[in-house]
């Protein structure tokens, strides 16, 4: 089992920054993708960013150029560094690691697609 507990998640203006993390195991960075997931309301569930053990990672277009995801592999945690933060961008984040054949195919998965793990997410909210 693979135990995820996002954090990170706030209130911030159009135009900020925020950065999620989201602590796993050496076995799921080993063994998993991990990426991030976002659901706004009223809306299905979609790929934002996503890092294989491979290091090859895969990002959704609206965020290209302004989230970056990464691990650090001595605290054994995954993040998603958000800046030029967007009205859009308002969700909940969940971080989710499945044994997915690589970082574009996690990314696009179906909405309904059931990842191995997931976190019970954190809710990021940005106002004017």
């Known amino acids: 089992h693979v135990e995820l507990v996002e954090s990170g998640g706030g209130s911030v203006q159009a135009g900020g920054s925020l950065r999620l993390s989201c602590p796993a195991s050496a076995f799921a960075f080993s063994n998993y993708c991990m990426g991030w997931f976002r659901q706004a309301p009223g809306k299905e569930r979609e790929g934002v960013s996503v890092l294989c053990s491979s290091g090859d990672t895969a990002y959704a277009d609206s965020v290209k150029g302004r989230f970056t995801i990464s691990k650090d592999n001595a605290e054994n945690k995954l993040y998603l560094q958000m800046n030029s933060l967007k009205l859009e961008d308002t969700a909940t984040y969940y971080c989710?690691?499945?044994?997915?054949?690589?970082?574009?195919?996690?990314?696009?998965?179906?909405?309904?697609?059931?990842?191995?793990?997931w976190g019970k997410g954190t809710l990021v909210t940005i106002s004017l």
């Open positions: 989710a690691a499945d044994p997915a054949p690589s970082p574009g195919w996690m990314i696009a998965v179906p909405a309904n697609y059931d990842m191995q793990f």
